[in-house]
């Protein structure tokens, strides 16, 4: 079964044809992040007449109108995202299905996220799952790929606009997350912030043993550095005690889950999966019989081979969309600043 996948959530416009849910046939994206670079974020109006620019583009690099007779669905990211940049790639999508007479399938972009890793190995479930990136901090069980159980989310902040944030403090540009690690390579934690002198980041009580909190260490590292009078010379180790903080906190309650529910299998995805540290440490778990799975770099982030791939499972389970399907810019069971207990 050939799926034509669209994405268009926030900064990325991705298309890619996949077969079976494995196959990359053929794919191509857009990144608007140069665009976005001068505002240090993502400008949200900007990010849908952007996509509106290059959406058909893409498109073609990837299929001809004669071809699109040749795919058996169309694949496209409903929600979670920006409102106005979903439309873009909805309407796109609804009006080839329409054209060529194709079932449309919108497809939940967590869940794009999650399916990730699985375009590129077999996984077995039930499985611990993260899904960590500049909008979204969730912690899943995971039983199969419609049946699953969402553990923790964050309470303010996710862990990438933690990134984001500190990196426009700090002056770095945008996006934060990779800047902010490539500094830290060559920086030293303890150098900014000693072992014995680490926060207790939203401790491991009932409540909030899966849930996670980042704008208080933003806030705490946003205060230190101001009174810093040399900063320039600090920053690789400030960029590794902030990358420390953050991911250590990640793992820790990943780590909570995996114990609690006598899992041995761990999946982590989205933008924040890209960072070498996190991966560095997670490697670390196979001496412990944790077995770990992430997707290659290039399909950390948005991209439209995961929304296409999850969406091959989505129309076997009859999972269709129509005309009348509409976008949505957040999900129902997450409300930000409300913990899941």
């Not at 034509?4 to 996949?18: H, K, P, R, Y």
């Not at 007479?101 to 967590?110: D, Q, R, T, W």
């Amino acid at each position: 079964m050939r799926i034509l996948g669209i994405e268009t959530s926030c900064d990325e416009t991705s298309v890619a044809l996949v077969e079976d849910g494995k196959t990359i046939l053929k794919e191509a994206t857009y990144s608007q992040i140069a665009v976005h670079r001068e505002f240090d974020g993502v400008v949200p109006e900007i990010a849908s007449r952007q996509h509106i620019l290059h959406i058909l583009p893409v498109l073609e690099k990837v299929i001809t109108p004669s071809e699109l007779s040749s795919v058996d669905a169309i694949a496209v990211t409903q929600g979670p995202g920006l409102i106005g940049s979903l439309l873009v790639g909805l309407g796109v999508a609804k009006a080839l299905a329409y054209s060529v007479g194709k079932p449309l399938i919108p497809v939940n972009h967590i869940e794009a996220h999650l399916y990730a890793p699985h375009l590129f190995a077999e996984i077995p479930f039930p499985y611990i799952g993260l899904v960590a990136s500049g909008g979204h901090t969730l912690l899943f069980l995971v039983r199969d790929f419609h049946h699953y159980e969402v553990l923790g989310s964050t309470i303010d902040d996710a862990v990438g606009e933690a990134f984001d944030k500190l990196a426009k403090v700090l002056g770095l540009g945008y996006p934060g997350g990779p800047l902010i690690d490539r500094l830290a390579q060559t920086g030293d934690a303890d150098n900014f912030l000693e072992t014995s002198k680490r926060p207790s980041l939203l401790p491991d009580t009932e409540r909030d043993r899966y849930n996670f909190s980042y704008s208080g260490l933003k806030t705490a590292f946003t205060y230190r550095i101001q009174h810093l009078e040399d900063k320039a010379s600090r920053l690789a180790d400030i960029c590794a005690a902030f990358q420390r903080e953050a991911i250590d906190l990640l793992l820790r309650k990943s780590l909570n889950a995996l114990k609690d529910y006598g899992m041995s299998t761990f999946v982590i995805s989205g933008g924040v999966s890209a960072n070498s540290y996190l991966r560095q440490r997670v490697m670390e778990w196979e001496k412990q019989g944790i077995h770990t799975f992430m997707a290659p770099l290039a399909y950390c982030g948005d991209n439209a081979a995961m929304v296409a791939g999850r969406g091959y499972h989505d129309a076997l389970a009859g999972k269709y969309g129509n005309l009348r399907t509409d976008a949505y810019s957040r999900l129902d069971f997450v409300r930000k600043g409300k913990r899941m207990l």
